[in-house]
């Protein structure tokens, strides 16, 4: 069983910057996905931004050129830096764990996020 630790979230003005840390309790050089989600009040979970066991990322069309996923294997640390940040990226953000080779798929206790002025 693995465990994520999200930290890092608050109350930011728009255009402000915040970066989330999800801390894992075991190695997640073995997920081939370490991902952040999000959701938003009355909203479906929406996958943000994603990266590789090789560091290939991905991310949603709302957020690129503005939020950067990173991974730190040897800390079992994923990193969410998000930059220019709008009212609308308010919402509880999730760190999640996915293996497609043993369909592990962990999921973290959420950190808020508000973007308000």
């Known amino acids: 069983q693995l465990q994520l630790v999200e930290s890092g979230g608050g109350l930011v003005q728009p255009g402000g910057s915040l970066r989330l840390s999800c801390a894992a309790s075991g190695y997640i050089f073995r997920f081939n996905a370490m991902n952040w989600y999000r959701q938003a009040p009355g909203k479906e979970r929406e996958l943000v931004a994603g990266?590789?066991?090789?560091?290939?990322?991905n991310y949603a069309d709302s957020v690129k050129g503005r939020f950067t996923i990173s991974r730190d294997n040897a800390k079992n640390l994923v990193y969410l830096q998000m930059n220019s940040l709008k009212p609308e990226d308010t919402a509880v953000y999730y760190c999640n764990a996915y293996s497609s080779r043993t369909a592990d798929n962990f999921w973290g206790q959420g950190t808020q996020v508000t973007v308000s002025s």
């Open positions: 990266i590789s066991g090789g560091g290939s990322t």
